[in-house]
């Protein structure tokens, strides 16, 4: 074992790049480091923290949200598109997994949307609305479905259509102070999620979504063993 000293503060987020050489932190500030080494890159250090961080499936930039603006960090430069001050994002971001799509979750008395562009020249594409304001987003890895958690629910959405196919809310007034997390099997079958003591398993492969399980335990994060 090894540990990477990344002085970010308490770090609520991380990402492993796909082809194994990186991983980036978020914490009060973002980092990116060398996975051999644990070397920092420095082109990465300085920027601001988020709630989540996406690296596109080449390993060539990392994308993440701080309120109302979108960051791509790409090599020694960050491209920052236009900001819109009519937007708030809610911090969940995610890449498709075939690449082609960039998608982030806002926040606003209007009404929550999902934003998305295509890829790789971030154009904006139609958005969905009535969206909740995800905190954490995930693709399953074929791409069917588009996961969402905050800290008083979570949504399970077709990803081609943003049609609803799970939701699990918390009573009026109960939410945690963490967003929870989310996460696929390899096989794309099974959807894990949770929150502080809560720790949900949907089984998904069938096209409609039915619970198996929900444990009472401590979890912060959870993950599937590679071809499970």
Known sequence: MRVIDANLGEVRALAVSPDVRFVAASGDALGAFRWASGEPLPHVQGHRGSDQVAYDPVSAWIAHVSRSELYLVEGSTAYRPPRNAALRFSGGIAVSPDGKALVATTTQTSGEKLLRWALPGLRPLSGFDYWPPCEKLSFSP??????????????????????????????????????????????????????????????VSTGTSRPLRRVKARFTDAAFLAGQ
């Open 142 to 203: 074929d791409g069917e479905f588009l996961a969402g958690i905050w800290s008083a629910g979570f949504e399970l959405r077709f990803a081609a259509s943003g049609g609803l196919d799970y939701r699990h809310r918390m009573p009026p007034g109960v939410y945690y102070k963490r967003a929870g997390f989310v996460s696929f099997s390899r096989d794309s079958g099974t959807c894990a999620f949770g929150w502080e003591d809560e720790f949900h398993v949907l089984d």
